[in-house]
């Protein structure tokens, strides 16, 4: 599996605990920056991932922000993103299960690293349940045109 993740300045600090993370796992990674921690526009960085993700070129995409709000508005603008903002363990799982969600989004002034570090594990290994999601899925495709 091969992630893309990226932050604005709001996200930098769980960006870099969640990069190391990753690496623990030894899972496949692009940082996608910023490189330092000088005020950005959150849609700058959630772009090259989501377009990233959508184009094959990443399994998944991981996006932070102060809130986790901004990034997600702009990841699911992109067709093919099912981007979910999770701030919950339960909500992680679920929304793998359910959504097939392919970018996650977190704020980093709303949650801790423990719980974000346990998000994200529990969103990488958690499969698509397909089924009746699947046709839901297919609906969400549909409303995008
Ligand atoms: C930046 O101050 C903040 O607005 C941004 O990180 C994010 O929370 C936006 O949704």
Request: charged share 30%; proline share 3%; glycine share 12%.
């Amino acid at each position: 599996m091969k992630i893309a993740i990226s932050s604005d300045h709001g996200g930098n600090n769980l960006r870099r605990e969640i990069i190391e993370l990753l690496a623990e796992k030894g899972l496949e990674y692009e940082d996608l920056g910023p490189k330092d921690d000088e005020s950005v526009d959150y849609p700058d960085y959630a772009k090259p991932v989501a377009d990233g993700v959508a184009s094959g070129n990443f399994d998944r995409g991981i996006l932070i922000c102060g809130t986790g709000i901004g990034m997600s508005i702009a990841a699911n603008k992109v067709k093919g993103i099912r981007c979910a903002l999770v701030h919950d363990v339960f909500s992680a799982k679920a929304t793998r299960e359910h959504n097939d969600t392919n970018v996650l989004a977190m704020g980093e002034r709303v949650i801790g690293p423990g719980l974000a570090r346990e998000i994200v594990s529990t969103w990488l290994s958690t499969p698509f349940s397909g089924g009746r999601h699947e046709r839901r899925i297919e609906k969400l495709i549909e409303l995008e045109g």
